[in-house]
């Protein structure tokens, strides 16, 4: 009706076009298909780059991360080492009944003997395989001492003091020797020979019946990877002051 005051209701008023379909009406191109393209293009850009750099992250993943242990060593490695016990858990005592320190041992790799005093074959092979395996190290066996631990209560027999010259023969008390240095399950304290680091740290335990050739071969990684802090020889074993006496 004309002269009416009707309105038409703003629900059926027509939105005005967005800038993008007013300029797609008139065939004008999207201001914002530039920036579209281009994340398009940094995307595919990032994903060549990043399959091209797999093969060198993954390298880096499985050397750095996932690596598989690789060790080769023929002797048992003791994790964690243990320490040279203090003279109140480790009692030693020389030829002549005098205690020594078991502090006075460091400074030397060690290979360890423990054996009874009346040393029978198999203590005779552990000492011969102890006496060859440093003598194989040429020069570099100056940097380890021979060290016989021997329990019970007989004194070593005098036939085989020649062959122990220049080894430490120091009387122990097996069950303290067991609490610092242990057998392999399923074999007991006298069948391995033990190596014990310059720190005093046991760190290494050869099988019963060793391989001499892959003994050594540990012995001289050993020997090479300590180049640089080791030095050779120590001062002799000093036996503790008796002080009662004065």
Not at 63 to 87: A, D, F, W
Not at 128 to 147: F, I, N, S
Request: glycine share 6%; with cysteine; aromatic share 4%.
């Amino acid at each position: 009706m004309s002269g009416s005051n009707s309105s038409v209701p703003a629900s059926a008023v027509p939105a005005p076009p967005s800038e993008a379909m007013s300029m797609a009406v008139h065939g004008l191109p999207d201001p914002a298909l530039p920036d579209v393209r281009r994340r398009r293009g940094r995307l595919k850009m990032l994903a060549v780059l990043a399959l091209c750099a797999a093969p060198v992250i993954a390298s880096y993943l499985t050397y750095y991360v996932i690596r598989p242990e690789t060790r080769n060593n023929y002797g048992q490695l003791i994790q964690p080492s243990r320490s040279l016990p203090p003279p109140s858990a480790l009692r030693l005592t020389d030829a002549q009944g005098r205690s020594v320190l078991p502090s006075s041992l460091r400074g030397q790799w060690l290979l360890v003997v423990v054996a009874d005093g009346r040393c029978d074959n198999r203590c005779e092979d552990r000492l011969y395989a102890q006496r060859q395996l440093r003598e194989t190290l040429g020069r570099e066996k100056e940097r380890m001492d021979r060290v016989w631990l021997v329990t019970g209560d007989a004194a070593p027999r005098a036939e085989l003091m020649p062959a122990l010259a220049g080894a430490a023969v120091l009387q122990a008390d097996r069950a303290q020797v067991a609490a610092w240095l242990q057998a392999a399950p399923g074999q007991v304290l006298e069948d391995h020979l033990y190596l014990v680091d310059p720190m005093g740290e046991w760190m290494l335990r050869f099988p019963a019946q060793p391989d001499p050739p892959r003994a050594k071969r540990d012995l001289e990684r050993l020997l090479r990877a300590s180049a640089s802090w080791d030095r050779v020889g120590r001062e002799d074993l000093k036996p503790v002051a008796d002080t009662a006496s004065r």
